[in-house]
């Protein structure tokens, strides 16, 4: 079975868009800027094990605490 490389950058592309998404929801409550978050989600995405790992990381962070707003 060959995978020609234009295979192989649709699925970067299709990969890179859906883990930074997925990178970016997960961390609007857990991070202080989550486009970051979503923006490094999709470069790791180049190499997909890295983006999993990441990903996994965000998924078992703490949620950050709200402070602020009236009360």
Do not use: E
């Not at 857990?30 to 970051?36: D, G, S």
């Amino acid at each position: 079975m060959n995978i020609d490389a234009t295979l192989y950058g649709q699925f970067i592309i299709i990969f890179a868009l859906i883990m930074g998404v997925l990178c970016y929801s997960v961390a609007r409550g857990k991070m202080k800027k989550p486009k970051v978050a979503g923006l490094l989600g999709a470069v790791l995405s180049l190499v997909p094990i890295f983006s999993v790992v990441y990903f996994l990381l965000l998924l078992f962070k703490k949620n950050q605490v709200q402070h602020g707003g009236c009360k």
